[in-house]
């Protein structure tokens, strides 16, 4: 169980923005740790899709748009198309000693109907 | 073109070991770090450490250590993970992704992954 809570599916028909939450704790996002987003299509490599929160990299087409606030990110997608299926990933550090510094969650698969 | 260019799959039985490399391309490999991510069959990513590429010191993230190495070679761009006594729950596919720092203001950075590997197969299998 990832300590970055990812909702495991989510789904949308072509058109339609579709929003995947990333939730964590005052260890993590709450402690002001940036949060960023990868996009994988299994069998491919992941790609970054957002850094710094809400910052996209060169050639993300702007559908893409992500926020954060308190221990919670978010991501939205907007006009969904068929290339947009794939695992959508959140990316954050933490400061527990327990665990490794940084940190994915769980992944939410994003199926466009 | 920056590019991170990984080994090919293996296949190795339980109790063997395992190199799993990491060429980079198109930029300084001694100036952004390396991580290793794991992601096991119907798993989500997974962090596994990572490698300063500068001084070779290697951070392993908890339950990647001891039969985790991580290693480099600058003379060839080149950064290692090694799996020792392989056991089963170690097939997985392995990305190695380059540690891009971005300067946000004087004094804060963000640090994300900007590039990855395809990805290396490792089957643990008798």
């Known amino acids: 169980q990832s300590v970055l809570t990812q909702p495991p599916s989510v789904s949308g028909a072509p058109g339609q923005r579709v929003t995947i939450s990333c939730t964590g704790s005052s260890a993590n996002i709450g402690a002001g740790y940036d949060v960023h987003w990868y996009q994988h299509l299994p069998g491919t490599a992941p790609k970054l899709l957002i850094y710094g929160n809400n910052n996209r990299p060169s050639g993300v087409p702007d559908r893409f748009s992500a926020s954060k606030s308190g221990t919670s990110a978010s991501l939205a997608i907007t006009g969904l198309q068929a290339e947009d299926e794939a695992d959508y990933y959140c990316?954050?550090?933490?400061?527990?000693?327990?665990?490794?510094?940084?940190?994915f969650g769980g992944g939410t698969k994003l199926a466009v109907l | 073109q920056v590019q991170l260019v990984q080994s090919g799959s293996e296949l190795e039985k339980p109790g063997a070991s395992v190199k799993v490399s990491c060429k980079a391309s198109g930029y300084s490999f001694t100036t952004y770090a390396i991580n290793w991510v794991r992601q096991a069959p119907g798993q989500g990513l997974e962090w596994m450490g990572w490698?300063?590429?500068?001084?070779?010191?290697?951070t392993y993230a908890q339950g990647f250590t001891g039969r985790f190495l991580f290693s480099l070679d600058t003379s060839v761009s080149t950064a290692y993970l090694q799996i020792n006594s392989l056991k089963a729950e170690d097939t997985a596919v392995y990305y190695c992704?380059?540690?891009?720092?971005?300067?946000?203001?004087?004094?804060?950075?963000?640090?994300?992954?900007?590039?990855w590997g395809k990805g290396t197969t490792v089957t643990v299998s008798s």
């Open positions: 992704a380059r540690v891009y720092k971005h300067q946000v203001t004087t004094n804060s950075y963000y640090y994300y992954m900007d590039v």
């Open positions: 490698l300063n590429t500068n001084t070779g010191n290697p």
């Open positions: 990316q954050s550090y933490d400061s527990s000693l327990s665990l490794g510094a940084w940190l």
